[in-house]
């Protein structure tokens, strides 16, 4: 049998507080294969970003394995992990802050493309009109930067990016729950277009089951930084066994949480307050409605 490329082993992550630590995600296994979508659900505070993290090293977990393609990166220090950092890449949830505003979407797409190597400028920039192009926007779009664009647009500019590093797996952390409800669409489906094209393999996350099922073919279900359920997402969705997928379940099927809105009941007792969400969010523009 092949080695998945993301192996997840046993991970467990503490977060210091005033007296002591927080277990904020514990003892968390599951695998990707390559070019197939593992999504990961569960509700406001379970440990989902933490996860995450981990996964592409922004932080270092205090226990357990997180094997790329056999090689424990759980404990890498930032040199080791340097030739390595290309292959898994993320996308962020907040397409309002995850750019840097000073730069024009040709700016932000090439830099990866500068770490990656490509040295002439020519080959940067032509690189970088593919990516754009890729994701579905205009080549007008390269010199502009991100004020100018909508949320949906700036998605698409932070794949662009995530993209233009090669990587072989993409991290998804809430990367359309900041978006109306059409324009997640579009974006899952450009997810969905490039994934058919490159065979890139995906961690969806989200509080949104809805969103999540849409395109992963494995869920992992968590609840209070432990995995509660997981398995073939048509499995776990038509006979869910764990209290919070049935509530999970019944969320993505009310309306008044379809343009992503956490509810309340979702929302862990005790943890950060909700984030910005869909309801908050700028409406979108009509450069996107005309995109
Ligand atoms: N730096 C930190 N220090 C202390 N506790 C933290 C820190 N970051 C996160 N936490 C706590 O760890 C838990 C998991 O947080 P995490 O952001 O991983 O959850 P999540 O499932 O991604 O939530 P959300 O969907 O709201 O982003 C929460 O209880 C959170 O309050």
């Known amino acids: 049998m092949t080695r998945p490329f993301l192996e997840v082993d046993g991970l467990v992550v503490d977060y210091p507080v005033p007296h002591g630590t927080f277990r904020a995600v514990d003892n968390v296994s599951f695998t990707v294969a390559r070019g197939e ?4 659900v569960g509700e406001s505070g379970c440990g989902k970003s933490t996860v ?3 996964i592409v090293r922004l932080l270092t977990p205090t226990a357990g394995r997180i094997l790329v393609d056999g090689t424990d990166i759980a404990r890498l220090n930032e040199r080791q992990l340097r030739p390595l950092r290309s292959r898994i890449q993320m996308v962020f949830q907040d397409p309002y802050g995850s750019l840097d505003p000073h730069l024009s979407a040709q700016d932000i797409v090439a830099e990866p493309l500068r770490l990656r190597g490509v040295r002439s400028r020519n080959g940067r920039a032509a690189e970088a009109a593919r990516l754009i192009d890729l994701v579905g926007l205009p080549s007008s779009a390269l010199h502009r930067r991100p004020a100018e664009f909508s949320g949906g647009q700036r998605q698409r500019i932070g794949i662009a990016r995530a993209l233009a590093s090669r990587p072989e797996l993409l991290v ?9 409800v059409s324009v997640q669409a579009q974006v899952l489906e450009l997810l969905r277009q490039i994934q058919a094209e490159t065979h890139l393999a ?3 996350i989200s509080h949104n089951l809805g969103v999540v099922r849409q395109l992963s073919r494995n869920i992992v279900v968590m ?3 432990k995995v509660v359920e997981s398995g073939a997402t048509t499995d776990v969705l038509t006979s869910p066994r764990a209290q919070v997928t049935r509530a ?6 009310d309306p008044t949480t379809m343009r992503g809105r956490k509810p309340r009941a979702m929302v862990r007792a005790g943890t950060r307050p ?3 969400t869909a309801g908050d969010a700028r409406p979108e523009t009509a450069q996107e409605a005309a995109r």
């Not at 979508?37 to 990961?40: D, E, H, S």
């Not at 998804?172 to 109306?180: G, Q, Y």
């Open 248 to 253: 999970l379940r019944r969320a993505a099927l």
């Open 172 to 180: 998804c952390d809430e990367a359309t729950s900041a978006l109306d």
């Open 202 to 204: 995906y961690m969806i």
């Open 223 to 225: 609840s209070e930084g």
């Open 52 to 54: 995450a993290r981990s």
């Open 37 to 40: 979508t593992l999504g990961i």
């Open 274 to 276: 909700p984030e910005a």
